[in-house]
């Protein structure tokens, strides 16, 4: 089996060429620059490992996983722009270099590149995997919408949101998972425990995210924690706090939500320590993580073409930054 | 063979249904919205037109259809927000109801069902039009970035413009004719006559449209006569103007453009008038149109065939509105 380093080295090398035509450079080379300001490559390299459950990796795995990693950027570029971020894995975001009208249309060119690559592989799974796409695609759209609408409501109960982040977060993973596991010719079955172990792991994966936002290490974390209780922003945390506190914790959260004292994150913390929110969240973290390994353990293939997959669950799920 | 209004009317009967979930509806609703405001289905028509050309018309011609007159309507929505245009079609634009971020996303969404639509065809035929159909989406969306880039230009001679207009708007009617034609079974040889002819026949069309504007009759054009002189846009006729035009009349004209004079509209119509770009503009669309029928009769199919898609050739350049 293959090692995560590995993977990540040659899907990297696979990547690693100029996805778009050289005219317009206007559209395509702000493009190129973003694509090659790398980030982790996770989903591709589900991609590659779903296959790899099954069988050796084949050629089209690599396709895929360029198409899911094209259309992973492609949501980053058109978020970036709904959500007015200046930045973006530290560089300066493609419409605050480019403009937002190049940036809106070089999303729609990667994105419509994605499925180049799709179009690549063999034609007897290109139905199947297609349908897959389209499906998830949607549903990162809708958990989008979910996610600004959410923005806009004063409570957003914990269901919505683990609805949201499903859609928002989780189905890519899962997907990338099973559409390799297609290309690996898993049964219907299995595909479905990969798809599951993918989308729980997904949602454990954004517990602790919201989690390290509130209690991460800052010398680790690699952004300001506490950034999330800054901006009001509905987390796991939040939700779960304005639903669990009571009497003057109550009281003293929603009027800091409502305020912006210099010593805004310290105190919602403290709240959320008395409330056990970090034991609570932790907790909830476990429960997902759970349900993914009982799925990863079902799929019907031995320990030893599952041990990455495990690996690569641990290094989402301990990291510490 | 069909008549023009029987298959827009069976188009028409096929697409009036939700595309979209129920839910989100902050996110599909205005979507619905939009495609029920139904512009004149060109596209969708150019593909049964397409496939009728070769063999009786087949339901898979129906979803390419579909898919074609979603992505149509993704690029207005898209571009409408680049352009941040106010109204389309007489209604208020999707991002000036519903704000930027819906729109965009919306649009995005729009984009996936499209190739839903066209993951419902036959798996024979799958891989050739999701080629062309990627091919083209990728062509319009760099006719749209060179519209913008041409905006900032203070030159830009007829081969670039002509190249623009021909991705924005030449390539989609011609690839619309050719996916109808590749569901109808016609030959590589039929396939590419089929091409050329939509593909000049858009580029006729599109100098017709720069020459309404400046010289069609206010009652009939539904839109303000002048708007592009008003708007110092680059036209057929401003870029043929500023190329032809010598002495006093090409130092007006450009004293013209770089101020806004009440009889603006008048003063440029008098020049435009003055160096014949009018009856140039006539030959150069005469010139296309015959490079179109060219193409249609060298289509090796007998000229009952042909008979419907003549006639719509002729509705869109005899048009005077």
Redesign the interface.
Known sequence: MSTLESLQASFESYFNHRHFPA??S??YNPLEGFLSNSGKRIRPVLCLLGNELFDEIHPDAYHLAAAVELFHNFTLV?DD??DKAPLRRGQPTVHAVHG???A??G???M???A??Y??KID?QY??KV??LF?KT??EV??G???D??FEKLEKVSLEEYIHMIQLKTSVLLAASLQMGSIIGGASEHNQGHVYEFGRNLGIAFQIQDDYLDAFGDPSKFGKQVGGDIQSNKKTFLLIHALATAKGTDLDELKNLIGSNPPDKVEKVLAIYKKCKIDDWANTLKEAYLNKAYHHLNEIAVSAVRKQTLRELAQYLIKRDK
Chains 1, 2 share one sequence.
């Open positions: 005219d317009p206007t559209l058109h722009i709904m937002e009208a190049t809106l249309l999303g729609d060119v994105m419509v590149v499925y180049d799709l179009n034609q290109l139905k297609l349908h389209n695609a949607k759209c809708e989008q919408q979910l600004m609408d």
